[in-house]
């Protein structure tokens, strides 16, 4: 089993800069394939970005497109996405998931760890 534990949210105004961060306890995360969502209230849960075991190929959601970028460090721990430009319509509770299905990384239900996620809160 895999727990994922994400760090970096807050709040932060419009304009400004997030960085989260997702690090697995006890293991490293250099084998799986990472994903970040994030679920707004009254909303489906949303692909943010994700980023392939080898760091090779990185896929971004249309709504964060040269804003948010999505990276791992080369020791294998820990997953970043980086949140620039931020808008009030970022502002939802961000979650890391790992081992998703390389060819299907937009979809959800092809992950099989989640975080518990990391409030991200964008004030105009």
């Known amino acids: 089993q895999v727990q994922l534990v994400e760090s970096g949210g807050g709040l932060v105004q419009a304009g400004g800069s997030l960085r989260l961060s997702c690090a697995a306890s006890?293991?490293?995360?250099?084998?799986?394939?990472m994903g970040w969502f994030r679920q707004a209230p009254g909303k489906e849960r949303e692909f943010v970005a994700a980023i392939t075991w080898t760091g090779d190929n990185t896929y971004h959601g249309d709504s964060v497109k040269g804003r948010f970028t999505i990276s791992r460090d080369n020791a294998g721990k820990t997953v970043y996405l980086q949140m620039n430009s931020l808008k009030p319509e970022d502002t939802a509770v961000y979650h890391c998931?790992?081992?998703?299905?390389?060819?299907?990384?937009?979809?959800?239900?092809?992950?099989?760890?989640w975080g518990q996620g990391t409030q991200v809160t964008v004030s105009s």
């Open positions: 998931a790992g081992g998703g299905y390389r060819w299907r990384l937009t979809e959800p239900n092809t992950y099989a760890y």
């Open positions: 006890g293991r490293s995360l250099s084998s799986y394939n």
